[in-house]
């Protein structure tokens, strides 16, 4: 899956609540504290005035500094206890945010584009796949790498030689890349099909997106059909419908056969429809490899 978001705004809004809560927890500490210093010296004052010799008046005055002590103490314990209770409203709120947070985080991390190679129970399962020719340590689910953020470029910039440039994930400059293989283990010939699913779409970004899927060198780009003219954007193949990129049938996959495939996903910036209002535009998507078997002569 795919997410067309920068991931560290989680961590900035995070950090930033955070240092506005410690920050509060300090003020409010700082004024608690003036409060008790200045009691204490209300107290020592006070206390100096009892050793002077105390006459009727002065013993009235004495009662009353009392009471007002009392009365401050009060006040004080009061304080003390509101202190206390925003610190746990602050605690809970913090928690609150770190659950905010790691959710993002896990929403983010599930954000990137996955190829899931399915397989149904009732079937040999022939084929597996992997992301390195060399090591074959075979998957059902392989995992492209992430951007933190996308902004649109021209497809021109990507290199020409992105298809052979390594295996697994070889991200550039506002471009996702990801190649990975497929091998018929069996001893059968079969067919497969590869499919690219849309999940998601936010503020029509998907207008702009370009899918680019090399398939043994071959290569074939889908873009959304042009909104004005409803026919295919130049050098492309139009998307399948709303909900798929494309849907192709491989056939006649031999035993021992090995497939390669790269996929490249870029945001068009010569689209017509690459506009101001895509921006922070979101899309997500995923693709699945099934297996068919046929009947053998």
């Known amino acids: 899956m795919l997410y067309f978001i920068q991931i560290n705004k989680a961590k900035a809004i995070f950090v930033y609540s955070l240092k ?11 004024e608690n504290q003036e409060v008790e210093d200045q009691n204490l010296k209300k107290q020592n004052v006070n206390n100096k005035s009892k050793e002077v010799v105390k006459t009727g008046d002065e013993k009235g005055k004495e009662v009353t500094e009392k009471r007002n002590v009392r009365k401050k103490a009060k006040k004080l314990s009061d304080a003390s206890e509101r202190i206390k209770k925003l610190k746990k409203v602050l605690f809970i709120m913090l928690i609150f945010l770190l659950i905010i947070y790691f959710a993002l985080r896990i929403a983010y991390e599930t954000g990137r584009f996955t ?9 040999k ?3 597996v796949m992997y992301e390195n020719k060399n090591e074959k340590l075979t998957r059902r689910t392989l995992k492209a790498d992430m951007l933190d953020f996308m902004t649109n470029i021209s497809g021109d910039w990507i290199p020409e030689n992105i298809n052979d440039e390594k295996d697994g994930g070889h991200n550039g400059d506002n471009y996702i890349a990801y190649t990975f293989y497929l091998e018929n283990m069996g ?8 499919r690219i699913y849309i999940d998601d779409v936010v503020k029509n970004v998907d207008k702009a997106i370009r899918v680019a899927v090399y398939l043994n060198g071959e290569k074939t780009v889908y873009a959304k059909a042009n909104t004005k003219t409803s026919g295919p954007e130049k050098d492309t193949v139009a998307f399948k419908d709303e909900e798929n990129v494309m849907l192709v049938q491989r056939k ?23 506009i101001d209002d895509l921006i922070g535009g979101e899309m997500k ?13």
């Open 125 to 127: 399962g022939a084929l």
């Open 187 to 194: 001893d059968e010939t079969i067919h497969y099909w590869y």
């Open 115 to 123: 190829v899931v190679l399915d397989t149904s129970s009732d079937m």
């Open 285 to 297: 998507m995923h693709m699945t490899i099934t297996e068919e078997h046929i009947k053998q002569e």
């Open 252 to 274: 006649d996959f031999k035993s021992k056969d090995v497939d390669k495939f790269t996929v490249v996903i870029w945001v068009e910036g010569d689209d017509p429809d690459c």
């Open 20 to 30: 506005k809560l410690v920050l509060y927890m300090k003020v409010k500490e700082k």
